[in-house]
């Protein structure tokens, strides 16, 4: 396939008008990747943005985009509970699919799309691809070199807070570009901070120490509803989940997805061995070399990534934009990316399965496994 990449984007929410489209209209990836469409049923703000970022065409809905625009590519970057039925859609046009985290809800729905991106020789990259991050290479190095001794414990975890609702550049105005209601985030299916949020930390931990065995879990509700701007917006999805994985031979880990609340001073990831702990970007609070460590640590965690480069490193969600070139990279240069689809659907076993043991009451094997690449 000749460069640019056509891309069509699915969904003008909070992603794609903090990341994506910032990032992807800049200058210095237009011979790589442009955006052709946008669709989003809330039309007016597909039109807005459209216009804003001088985009060719916007559609009300994902199906008109892909019978009016000859793409090569989605980036489907809509509610996660849409994100099954939506790449589903792509992949059976024959599109290369990036899918905003979590790629799907269930272990079924991850199943089914791998299966048919294989079928129909297309490409799937899944976000959050935190093994890109150089970090957390140098850190999985030092854990297979033995520095942290006998692992014997991690954690990792996330808070919503009001973080969503308190969005201000696209939550707080009045405008199809500055009123976005987060409601969703709330509600089944795909609402939840496990789904959202504390994906990142699972992927960061299972991109380290390999696929997890088993888990058990307590989850619950425990805010029945959240104001936004005067709104009253019900809240069914759980906002509680307290978690411990087992990654066997009696290593465990504690992942939290909560409603308010967090550790304190707690890095991405947080590994404890018999020889110390590693913290974030620390090893027994010394500092953990790794390529653009100084960038990191001026700009931000996601300032180390590859194509995160000048102008893409003052720009909110520069992860995003990451996972999207290591797609745009893999169907150009054939160059396999490390946010594989595989890894997701581990991570979705995990929090499916999570779910279901706090139903249950009983401890639940994972199903899945994926290879760690390098």
């Given at each position: 396939?000749k460069a640019?990449?056509?891309l069509?984007?699915v969904?003008?929410g909070s992603i794609t008008l903090?990341?994506l489209?910032?990032h992807?209209?800049?200058?210095d990836?237009?011979d ?7 669709c989003d049923?809330?039309?007016?703000r597909a039109?807005?943005?459209?216009e804003k970022?001088h985009?060719?065409?916007a559609?009300?809905?994902?199906e008109?985009?892909l019978?009016a625009?000859n ?7 809509s509610p996660?509970g849409l994100?099954f039925a939506?790449g589903k859609?792509?992949?059976e ?7 905003n ?8 729905e991850?199943d089914?799309?791998i ?6 020789n ?8 935190e093994l ?9 190095q030092l854990?297979?070199?033995g520095?942290l001794g ?6 990792t ?6 973080y969503?609702e308190e969005e201000?550049?696209?939550?707080q105005g009045d ?5 976005i209601?987060?409601a969703?985030y709330?509600?089944?299916p795909?609402g939840?901070?496990?789904y959202d949020?504390?994906?990142?930390g699972?992927?960061?931990m299972t991109?380290?120490l390999g696929?997890?065995?088993r888990?058990?879990?307590f989850s ?15 809240t069914?999805?759980?906002d509680q989940?307290?978690?411990v994985?087992d990654?066997g ?6 992942v ?7 550790l304190p001073?707690m ?5 404890f061995?018999t020889?110390g702990?590693?913290n ?6 010394k500092?953990i070399?790794y ?5 990191a640590e ?7 990534l ?8 003052d720009?909110?969600?520069a992860h995003?934009f990451?996972?999207v070139?290591?797609?745009v990279?893999?169907v150009?240069?054939?160059k396999p990316s ?6 997701a659907r581990h991570?979705i076993d ?9 139903e249950t009451g009983?401890a ?11």
């Amino acid at each position: 396939m000749k460069a640019p990449l056509k891309l069509g984007i699915v969904g003008t929410g909070s992603i794609t008008l903090r990341g994506l489209l910032p990032h992807l209209t800049m200058a210095d990836v237009s011979d790589r990747v442009q955006i052709a469409a946008l669709c989003d049923p809330v039309f007016e703000r597909a039109q807005a943005a459209a216009e804003k970022y001088h985009i060719p065409a916007a559609y009300a809905s994902m199906e008109e985009m892909l019978e009016a625009t000859n793409l090569d590519a989605l980036s489907i970057a809509s509610p996660i509970g849409l994100h099954f039925a939506q790449g589903k859609l792509a992949i059976e046009h024959g599109k290369h699919v990036h899918f905003n985290k979590t790629m799907t809800t269930t272990v079924a729905e991850a199943d089914e799309l791998i299966a048919l991106a294989k079928e129909k020789n297309v490409r799937l990259v899944a976000s959050p691809g935190e093994l890109i991050n150089p970090r957390l290479q140098a850190i999985r190095q030092l854990i297979q070199e033995g520095a942290l001794g006998t692992l014997t414990w991690a954690v990792t975890g996330s808070s919503f807070g009001r973080y969503h609702e308190e969005e201000k550049s696209v939550r707080q105005g009045d405008t199809p570009l500055s009123n976005i209601n987060p409601a969703w985030y709330f509600r089944k299916p795909g609402g939840g901070p496990l789904y959202d949020m504390t994906v990142y930390g699972l992927h960061a931990m299972t991109a380290v120490l390999g696929p997890a065995k088993r888990v058990t879990a307590f989850s619950g509700v425990r805010l029945k509803e959240r104001e936004f701007m005067g709104q009253i917006l019900p809240t069914d999805m759980d906002d509680q989940t307290m978690m411990v994985l087992d990654f066997g031979h009696a290593f465990y880990a504690f992942v939290y997805g909560v409603a308010f609340g967090s550790l304190p001073n707690m890095g991405r990831p947080l590994i404890f061995g018999t020889k110390g702990v590693i913290n974030g970007a620390s090893f027994n609070d010394k500092v953990i070399d790794y390529p653009k460590r100084e960038v990191a640590e001026k700009k931000g965690y996601a300032a180390s990534l590859p194509h995160v480069n000048g102008a893409h490193e003052d720009v909110e969600e520069a992860h995003v934009f990451e996972d999207v070139m290591q797609l745009v990279d893999w169907v150009l240069d054939d160059k396999p990316s490390l946010a594989t689809a595989e890894h997701a659907r581990h991570v979705i076993d995990i929090i499916e399965s999570a779910y279901r043991s706090a139903e249950t009451g009983q401890a639940q094997d994972l199903k899945t496994s994926f290879t760690v690449m390098t």
